[in-house]
């Protein structure tokens, strides 16, 4: 059911587009085999006619990706073809975010594991874990990338690679994105790793992440059992609760360096879909069970959330449940209005005018004149943050 072909998914994203979807993210595929490609004119060809159709659209690209033909390619070409869509500037087909952290960058953390340090939030956290990264030389050792996902077709083999090679591709994206001027988007699909690795990127003098003031998180719920979906509105307020603590450094736990905005998915496979068939444990109308989507719609609804988009999509969760919760085909409109109908049901508008963006996804205000230069701002005599063309960004779903 996923689209493949160009004007099929311009086609999709206008439908989409109409009913209030404003953050699209896209793994590009090889439109005669159907598998995952880093061919950038696929991209660019996609990006440039949702731009000319859909002009307030956010565009995000995956990362970290992965099939034949991408470990063919990387094989062929080395490890930057996993993330080489982080070069292209918006006017050249490129996206507003890039998910330069996915996966098979977390090689990094496990090199430290492989040298002993022990990986928990507390460790995390400590003045002890900052002076690792400092004086952190990641192995140059290749080793079988095999991470523990919930997957299909080898999913989670992401071939040989070192921990040297994924530190140098992380340190390049980064750079490349502050040079085309656009955003940083990192996703989280082992929580520990995920968290660590982050850390690790903001923390690292070579790195610095997030020092334009800027940095949005995907938590992939359910993607692998290290992440897995959350039980309870609990369980989920702790993950989100840890990415936003990335808005503070280790050195300087009180003063906010960056704005971190949260991004929610649901990676439940179907085979996986009736365990998580439930009663929702907050929110309005919690006596129907609800599949994991729904339930994510509800948790990302609730007033202290702090979730800024709901993320769904056939790449994520590939179908809907009926009432007595068996798995239905669909395509990504009925998952937009799946969603939608879960967020009105708890009294909570979907806002989609452009004018909002940057307070849900752009730099902390302390660091806009510093992103002026890069996004080719002109400040407006009366509200500068009216006209967001100026900034080539557009709306976001945001929860109210």
């Not at 897995?228 to 369980?235: G, I, N, V």
């Not at 003063?255 to 879909?273: D, F, I, M, W, Y």
């Not at 809907?320 to 669909?330: A, H, K």
Request: overall charge neutral; glycine content about 6%.
């Amino acid at each position: 059911m996923i689209k493949t072909s160009t004007q099929d998914l311009l086609d999709e994203a206008a439908a989409l587009y109409q009913r209030g979807c404003r953050y699209y993210h896209l793994h590009a595929r090889n439109p005669r085999t159907n598998e995952q490609t880093t061919q950038n004119d696929v991209y660019s060809s996609v990006s440039r006619g949702i731009q000319q159709r859909c002009p307030s659209m956010l565009l995000s690209f995956g990362a970290s990706r992965n099939g034949c033909e991408v470990q063919g390619a990387v094989q062929q070409k080395g490890e930057w073809e996993r993330v080489s869509q982080c070069s292209l500037s918006l006017k050249d087909g490129g996206a507003h975010f890039v998910t330069i952290q996915a996966a098979v960058e977390l090689q990094i953390i496990c090199d430290l594991e492989r040298r002993g340090f022990a990986l928990n939030e507390e460790t995390i956290d400590s003045k002890e874990f900052q002076r690792i990264i400092h004086q952190h030389r990641p192995s140059t050792d290749a080793v079988d990338i095999n991470l523990s996902t919930h997957s299909t077709a080898k999913g989670a083999n992401y071939g040989k690679t070192s921990a040297s090679i994924q530190f140098e591709n992380y340190r390049k994206a980064i750079l490349t994105r502050d040079d085309v001027g656009l955003f940083h988007e990192v996703e989280w699909v082992q929580l520990e790793r995920s968290y660590a690795m982050t850390r690790y990127a903001i923390e690292h003098p070579a790195l610095g992440l997030g020092r334009s003031g800027q940095l949005n998180i995907i938590l992939l719920f359910g993607f692998s059992p290290r992440l897995p979906f959350p039980a309870t509105y609990r369980d989920f307020k702790r993950v989100v609760r840890l990415a936003k603590s990335l808005e503070y450094n280790l050195g300087n736990p009180q003063k906010k360096l960056r704005h971190v905005s949260v991004t929610v998915g649901a990676a439940v496979l179907p085979r996986q879909a009736a365990e998580h068939f439930k009663q929702p444990d907050v929110g309005r109308y919690q006596a129907d069970r609800k599949c994991a989507l729904r339930r994510l719609a509800i948790y990302a609804s609730q007033p202290d959330s702090e979730v800024d988009v709901l993320r769904y999509g056939l790449e994520d969760t590939p179908y809907t449940l009926d009432g007595q919760g068996r798995v239905q085909l669909c395509d990504n409109q009925t998952l937009h209005d799946v969603v939608e109908q879960e967020i009105i049901s708890q009294n909570v508008a979907v806002i989609t005018e452009a004018r909002h963006v940057l307070d849900r996804v752009g730099p902390a205000r302390s660091h806009i004149p510093s992103m002026h230069h890069h996004i080719g701002y002109r400040p407006d005599m009366h509200d500068p943050y009216l006209d967001l063309s100026k900034f080539h960004v557009a709306a976001v779903e945001r929860h109210v």
